[in-house]
């Protein structure tokens, strides 16, 4: 493959994140991650459930077998596809990053752009 162009890239500057159009990826303390898709942010909360903002609609799935629990779209169009491809991506991502980087800083979203040490107490 294309080394740039098949891995994620994980930022953890907001600015930074924004200005890209896709595979862009924030990893936060709280079991949330955020990714960048044409240009539009994607939210992810794991929660028990898997809860998933996308710009037209939300959705929650179960954490174990990605079932789709519920959906509401919040700007579709009637007849408009919706898609889960971006839900899957960020959670395969963040199980991932979960099982296999615990030294990997995660962002606090009450604090910009502070990021905390793995292992290390303020």
Known sequence: GIPYVDKPRLYLDR???EEEKNNAFMVFENGTI???VDGE???MVL???VEYSAPTFSATLDKDTFK???ATPT???????LSLKAAADMFILFKGLQGSMEHLPLMQETRGTF??????EE
């Not at 700007?75 to 596809?81: F, K, V, W, Y």
């Not at 990021?115 to 290390?120: A, L």
């Open 41 to 43: 942010t994607h939210r």
């Open 47 to 49: 929660n028990g459930a």
């Open 15 to 17: 600015g930074d994140f």
């Open 75 to 81: 700007s579709a169009a009637d007849g408009e596809t």
């Open 115 to 120: 990021v905390t040490h793995p292992g290390y």
């Open 68 to 70: 789709l629990l519920e």
């Open 34 to 36: 955020e990714s960048r």
